[in-house]
């Protein structure tokens, strides 16, 4: 049983994007929202749709420089897809997932590769990806993908964020499970086999046959909105999980 409060950190898996519950803020039907139910704990969710990795770490690692001495949490963290990126560009001194859509941002084709995109998602996806139209987001996106993106660096820059939060939440003594969207987060190239074992797999929640989330909950049939399991999936999960850490922590 989990003794101490719940943070979550990840995308919109995590976030909640299309539950019922998402709008305007993090839905407390995810799968980390449902274990914070079911273990009665106080619950707080860091994650945003779209995140990259190397953004869930910057996100662990900010909320860890300013988190009370006696705030007693545990972290939780679901990382993302491995070929998306985080920059802090200079025209506006913000930090910026870029991900393929910003490479290309025309909404009408990417509505076509989903077949629930629903008119909500398609709306918001739009205004979103408008705004970045010849902006240097765009540029470095396009070029990025073309020219420097392979699976290959997308894993190895990924394992890296993921050792990097590993180490310094045990350097905090920070209690935390690692989960993942996708299992192509892993690529065993032989510059990344190094950098996986040292991955600590006793801290890692894995779903059957090394599933990310999204993948387990297509193999089970589980309802989808345009991109994303719905809350069965979320449930189901939870339900796995929650025997994981009785039996671990």
Request: contains cysteine; glycine residues 4%; proline residues 4%.
């Given at each position: 049983?989990?003794?101490i ?79 998306r ?33 629903s ?37 190895y ?89 009785d039996?671990?922590?």
């Amino acid at each position: 049983m989990v003794p101490i409060n719940i943070v979550s950190f990840g995308d919109s898996f995590t976030f909640g994007n299309e539950l019922p519950d998402d709008n305007p803020g993090p839905s407390a039907k995810t799968w980390a929202g449902k274990l914070a139910y079911k273990f009665d704990r106080y619950y707080e969710c860091r994650a945003e749709g779209g995140n990259s990795n190397s953004a869930i770490g910057r996100s662990v690692i900010d909320w860890l420089a300013h988190k009370r001495e006696d705030q007693e949490c545990m972290a939780m963290i679901m990382w993302s897809f491995p070929g998306r990126y985080e920059y802090l560009f200079n025209h506006d001194k913000q930090w910026h997932n870029v991900t393929p859509w910003e490479a290309d941002p025309d909404i009408d084709v990417l509505k076509k590769q989903y077949k629930n995109f629903s008119e909500e998602t398609y709306k918001e996806n739009k205004e979103k990806l408008e705004k970045i139209k010849g902006t240097p987001i765009q540029f470095h996106a396009k070029s990025h993908f073309e020219h420097i993106d392979s699976h290959e660096y997308a894993s190895y820059m990924s394992m890296k964020d993921i050792l990097l939060v590993q180490n310094t939440l045990k350097a905090y003594d920070v209690p935390y499970m690692f989960c993942f969207a996708h299992n192509s987060i892993f690529n065993l190239e032989p510059s990344n086999t190094l950098l996986y074992s040292l991955l600590d797999q006793s801290k890692w929640f894995q779903f059957e046959d090394n599933l990310g989330f999204m993948q387990w909950a297509e193999k089970e049939n589980y309802e989808f909105g345009s991109t994303h399991p719905l809350e069965d999936a979320h449930e189901g999960a939870a339900n796995l999980m929650e025997q994981w850490i009785d039996d671990n922590y």
